[in-house]
């Protein structure tokens, strides 16, 4: 019985030990995955992306206030003014699907600048407009080649940064965008005096000078126009060699033509369906849902408006609400790309949609201007970490040896829908209800996409599907 009693308890050592020694190398993987986070350097033609992004959401932030009053003036009333405001995000969605194939077709760095100089030409046509018509068809048009150099900088981010550095250069690419956003409208108020047409003049000319320095500055790198992979400088091993997600059967290739002997081979093209049968990609798909609805939509329709209806405030503080969200939202989102990097993608999707729900949801419920700043700035903080994290997932996904201009259309379409019905079911609840419900119904859209990325797969330190 001793002699028994001896083995078993061996035996259990054993197992213990083993899980012990199972256990540790798993932690200093872990641990020596957050080092290597640190150390990667973010390559500088994101820098390049960055500069030209913060060019265009400075711009766009010039524009924004002025752009209604703009419409406005030529006496068609309200209504039509909102048109003209709404009919940029329509051209964006309806031409998302062409725009993705294009970036498939001719390369990502193309289709940026060709993207980015058709938002000039649009721009630079709204400040000649004459009448109604010409600024409506116009504006729509801008909304092309918004989609077009948007879905392109999420492929270029995708194929430049390093899997380990996407988190920051994701984050990167979005604070520039939150604070080019935040800037914009400091600066048109500066250019008040000098008319209403001269800002769109002073865009179309800064979007020429992004466009003209991302064309030169990653021309040394021409397979970003080929169907080669990445390489050079933001080149990472996911990209390099052969891997198992590539030996797979998996998306079709972009051409049947097999490349001649010392060419670089073929990128596949990621197709859609190959995407969706991935948990991460369907909870992206509901996370551009929300944010474009919570934190780009409904939040620009319903904040200036409670401040006033409901909580009595002074106009003049309508515009200090949605600061303080931008605010939050430049805050989290510096930090936001280095933790995804470090500690992944999902738990920050979590945290951030759960926070923006919550706090939305507890906007509505504010009964003082103070209550609803602070609720405000924490809806940004969530909405700040939400962006980097999302971008990341999305390049884990597709990774740099395929195509996904399809599916990151997809996905801008996802958003630019959000974006679309936010304000209209958000403006038909305060009418029919309160803004209280209006509120409610927009956090919980952000806390159904919580769920969603609760039941999905961690994408950091996966091969692509």
């Known amino acids: 019985?001793?002699?028994?009693?001896?083995?078993?308890?061996?035996?259990?050592?054993?197992?213990?030990?083993?899980?012990?020694?199972?256990?540790?190398?798993?932690?200093?993987s872990h641990r020596a995955e957050q080092r290597a986070a640190r150390r990667a350097a973010v390559p500088a033609d994101i820098w390049v992306l960055v500069s030209a992004a913060f060019i265009v959401?400075?711009?766009?932030?010039?524009?924004?206030?002025?752009?209604?009053?703009?419409?406005?003036?030529?006496?068609?009333?309200?209504?039509?003014?909102?048109?003209?405001?709404?009919s940029f995000a329509f051209f964006r969605l309806v031409f998302a699907p062409a725009g993705g194939r294009l970036v498939d077709r001719l390369g990502e760095r193309r289709v940026y600048v060709a993207g980015l100089l058709i938002v000039a030409a649009s721009t630079?046509?709204?400040?000649?407009?004459?009448?109604?018509?010409?600024?409506?068809?116009f504006r729509g048009l801008g909304g092309i080649g918004s989609t077009m150099f948007t879905v392109s900088a999420m492929a270029l981010i995708i194929r430049l940064a390093p899997p380990e550095a996407r988190g920051r250069?994701?984050?990167?690419?979005?604070?520039?965008?939150?604070?080019?956003?935040?800037?914009?409208?400091?600066?048109?108020?500066?250019?008040?005096?000098?008319?209403?047409?001269?800002?769109?003049?002073?865009?179309?000319?800064?979007?020429?000078?992004?466009?003209?320095?991302?064309?030169?500055?990653?021309?040394?790198q021409p397979q970003l126009d080929s169907k080669g992979p990445a390489g050079g400088e933001g080149a990472s091993?996911?990209?390099?060699?052969?891997?198992?997600?590539?030996?797979?059967?998996?998306?079709?290739?972009?051409?049947?033509?097999?490349?001649?002997?010392?060419?670089?081979?073929?990128r596949e093209r990621m197709r859609f369906r190959d995407a969706w049968r991935d948990s991460a990609y369907k909870a992206a798909l509901g996370s551009g849902l929300a944010v474009g609805w919570?934190?780009?939509?409904?939040?620009?329709?319903?904040?200036?408006?409670?401040?006033?209806?409901?909580?009595?405030?002074?106009?003049?503080?309508?515009?200090?609400?949605?600061?303080?969200?931008?605010?939050?939202?430049?805050?989290?989102?510096?930090?936001?790309?280095?933790?995804?990097?470090?500690?992944?993608?999902?738990p920050l999707l979590i945290v951030g949609l759960g926070v923006l729900g919550a706090s939305t949801i507890a906007v509505g419920l504010s009964d003082s201007i103070w209550v609803f700043f602070v609720l405000s700035l924490f809806a940004g903080l969530g909405g700040g970490l939400i962006n980097?994290?999302?971008?990341?997932?999305?390049?884990?996904?597709?990774?740099?040896?395929?195509?996904?201009?399809?599916?990151?259309?997809?996905?801008?379409?996802?958003?630019?829908?959000?974006?679309?019905?936010g304000p209209i079911v958000s403006g038909m609840l305060v009418d029919a209800l309160n803004y209280g419900w209006a509120f409610a119904v927009t956090g919980t859209v952000a806390?159904?996409?919580c769920l969603g990325w609760m039941l999905a797969r961690e994408t950091l330190g996966t091969p692509p599907r």
Do not use: C
């Open 1 to 28: 019985m001793r002699v028994r009693r001896d083995e078993e308890e061996s035996k259990v050592s054993g197992r213990a030990g083993s899980s012990a020694s199972g256990r540790a190398p798993r932690r200093a």
């Open 57 to 86: 959401a400075l711009g766009y932030g010039l524009i924004a206030p002025i752009l209604p009053q703009f419409a406005a003036s030529f006496d068609l009333g309200v209504t039509a003014a909102s048109v003209v405001v709404s």
């Open 124 to 137: 630079g046509a709204v400040a000649a407009a004459q009448d109604y018509w010409q600024l409506l068809l």
């Open 169 to 220: 250069a994701s984050g990167l690419y979005a604070s520039s965008f939150v604070f080019g956003n935040i800037m914009g409208p400091v600066a048109g108020g500066l250019l008040a005096g000098l008319g209403m047409r001269l800002p769109f003049v002073i865009y179309a000319v800064g979007l020429v000078i992004a466009a003209l320095v991302v064309w030169v500055r990653l021309e040394r």
């Open 237 to 266: 091993a996911e990209a390099k060699g052969s891997t198992a997600a590539e030996a797979a059967p998996g998306p079709e290739p972009v051409s049947g033509q097999e490349p001649a002997s010392g060419q670089e081979p073929l």
């Open 294 to 346: 919570a934190a780009m939509g409904a939040r620009i329709a319903l904040y200036p408006l409670f401040v006033v209806a409901v909580l009595g405030a002074d106009p003049t503080l309508s515009g200090v609400a949605l600061t303080v969200f931008s605010a939050g939202m430049a805050v989290s989102v510096s930090q936001a790309g280095r933790i995804a990097d470090s500690r992944g993608r999902r």
């Open 388 to 421: 980097p994290a999302q971008q990341a997932a999305l390049g884990d996904i597709i990774g740099p040896h395929r195509k996904g201009g399809t599916v990151l259309s997809r996905f801008q379409m996802a958003q630019d829908l959000g974006a679309i019905a």
């Open 447 to 449: 806390l159904l996409a």
